[in-house]
C-alpha cells in the first residue's frame, strides 16, 4: 500500500517522463583480476533478474588485469552497472561491505565473478527475503541437494572442519557459514556493519556472529561451480584470517590475531638472535660486542620479512616501500629495546627478580613494537 505523497512523486517521474524505478535488489560483485569473468556473469545476471528491478555493483581492488575497465564498458552500455574502484586496499570482506551500502536497494546480495555460484538462485533468494521470512539467505553448500565439483578434498575438508569450529565456537546456527554467496535485508545489514571485520573473507560468518541470533536466516542450496578463468585468491593463508575473525568475535575484541602474530613472530626473533650469535662467536670467532649486534641485525631482518609475509599480508610492502619499511623496522625496534631495557631495569630496582625485570621488558618491547609498527612500518 502506497501513502499519497509516493503516489504523487510517482506521477511526477512519469510526467516528466523519467520513471526509472530504483533497484529493489543490489547484486554486490567483489572483484581481483576477473576481466574474463564479468561480462558472463552481467549476461547471466541480466537473463535471470528480468522482471526484476536490479542493479549489479562490481568491488574492484584495482585488479591489475584491469577488470574495472571491463566493468566500466559494460556500465556505459547498462546504467544498472557500477563499479566501485578501490586504490590501495585489497579484501574480500571490506569491498563486499563497501558495495552493499554503496546502493540504497532494500536487497542486497553478494556472489562471486568467478560463476562458481549458481545466479538462478537470486529470485528464489529475493522472494523469501520480500516475502518477510526471512533477513538474509544462504547459499549453502552443506545442506541437502548441496552438490559440489568445485572443491577439491583437501579444500573440502578444511572448509568443513572450518565450519564446525566456528559453529561450536560462535554458535552459529547456519549450516555453511562460511559461503560467500547470500542476500540480506540492507537496513538489517546496516545496523551491523559497523561491527563487522573488513580483513578476511569471512563475511557472513561474520554477520551471523555479530548479529547474535536476531537475524533469520534461511538457507537455499545450490551447486559450487567449477571456475571458468583466472584462479582463486584464498590460499593457505586464509585460515589464518578464519582463526584471526573466530579469535576476535569470540574474545569481544579483546585479543587480536595480528598482536598475537606479532608477538610469536618475536619470539621466533629471539630464538634466530640467539643463534645468529652463537654461530658468530663459536664459528666465526666474532668479539661478544659484534656478534651480538649481528644477532640483533638478522633477528630483526628476519622480524621484518615475517611479519610482512604473515601478520601484515593484507598491507604487505614491496619494491621501494618495502626497503623504506625495513629501516622504519630498525628505528622502531631499536627505540623498543631501550623502552625494553629500561623497564626492566627499573621493574628489578624495585624488586631483584631477573626473570620478572626480563619479562616485563620484554612485553614493554613488544607492545612498544607492535604498536609504532602499525604507525610508521606497515601504516595504513
Ligand atoms: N575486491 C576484491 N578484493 N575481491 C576479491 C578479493 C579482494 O581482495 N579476493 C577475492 N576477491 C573476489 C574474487 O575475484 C571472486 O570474485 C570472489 O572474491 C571469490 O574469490 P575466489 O578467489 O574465487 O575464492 P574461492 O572460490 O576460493 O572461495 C569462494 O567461495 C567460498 C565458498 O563459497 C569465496 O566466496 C569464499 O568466501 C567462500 O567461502
Ligand atoms: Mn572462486
Known amino acids: 500500500s502506497e501513502n499519497p505523497r509516493q503516489a504523487q512523486d510517482k506521477a511526477h517521474d512519469h510526467a516528466r517522463g523519467t520513471a526509472s524505478r530504483s ?81 540504497s536497494a532494500p536487497y542486497a546480495a553478494v556472489i562471486d565473478a568467478d560463476l562458481q555460484h549458481d545466479e538462478t538462485q537470486l529470485p528464489k533468494m529475493l522472494s523469501l527475503l520480500a516475502s518477510g521470512q526471512a533477513d538474509l539467505v544462504v547459499g549453502s553448500r552443506y545442506i541437502e541437494g548441496y552438490k559440489s565439483q568445485g572443491f577439491n578434498k583437501q579444500r573440502a575438508g578444511a572448509s568443513a572442519l572450518a565450519t564446525e569450529v566456528a559453529k561450536k565456537m560462535l554458535r552459529v546456527e547456519i549450516a555453511d ?64 584470517d578464519f582463526l584471526g575473525l573466530v579469535l576476535a568475535k569470540f574474545t569481544n575484541d579483546a585479543v587480536s590475531l595480528r598482536f598475537l602474530l606479532f608477538a610469536m613472530v618475536g619470539g621466533i626473533g629471539l630464538v634466530v638472535h640467539l ?51 625495513l629501516i622504519a623496522f630498525y628505528i622502531v625496534c631499536s627505540v623498543g629495546l631501550l623502552a625494553n631495557v629500561g623497564v626492566a631495569f627499573s621493574v628489578y630496582d624495585q624488586e631483584p627478580i631477573w626473570w620478572l625485570a626480563g619479562m616485563a621488558g620484554a612485553l614493554m618491547g613488544v607492545v612498544w613494537n607492535y604498536a609504532m609498527s602499525g604507525l610508521f612500518v606497515w601504516r595504513k
Request: glycine share 8%; hydrophobic share 45%; charged share 20%.
Open 177 to 240: 557459514p562460511m559461503s560467500g554467496f547470500f542476500m540480506v535485508r540492507a537496513d538489517r545489514f546496516e545496523q551491523l556493519a559497523p561491527k563487522l571485520s573488513v580483513h578476511g573473507f569471512k563475511i557472513l560468518l561474520d554477520l551471523v556472529a555479530s548479529a547474535n541470533g536476531n537475524l533469520r536466516a534461511v538457507e537455499v542450496p545450490y551447486t559450487f561451480g567449477q571456475r571458468q578463468h583466472g584462479e582463486s585468491k584464498l590460499d593457505s593463508m586464509v585460515a589464518l
Open 275 to 325: 643463534t645468529t650469535l652463537f654461530i658468530a662467536l663459536r664459528l666465526f670467532k666474532v668479539p661478544f660486542a659484534e656478534a651480538q649486534a649481528s644477532g640483533a641485525i638478522v633477528a630483526m631482518t628476519s622480524n621484518f620479512i615475517l611479519n610482512n609475509f604473515l601478520t601484515y599480508r593484507d598491507q604487505r610492502l614491496k619494491g621501494f616501500a618495502l626497503l623504506r619499511g
Open 23 to 103: 533497484a529493489e535488489l543490489s547484486v554486490v560483485v567483489p572483484t581481483f583480476n576477473e576481466r574474463d569473468n564479468v561480462t558472463v556473469l552481467y549476461r547471466r545476471l541480466e537473463a535471470v533478474l528480468s522482471g526484476i528491478a536490479w542493479e549489479v555493483v562490481f568491488v574492484d581492488d584495482n585488479s591489475p588485469d584491469g577488470t574495472w575497465d571491463v566493468v566500466r564498458a559494460l556500465a556505459q552500455r547498462d546504467s544498472r552497472v557500477r563499479c566501485i574502484r578501490r586504490i590501495g586496499r585489497r579484501g574480500l570482506s571490506g569491498a563486499c561491505i563497501e558495495g552493499i551500502l554503496a546502493s
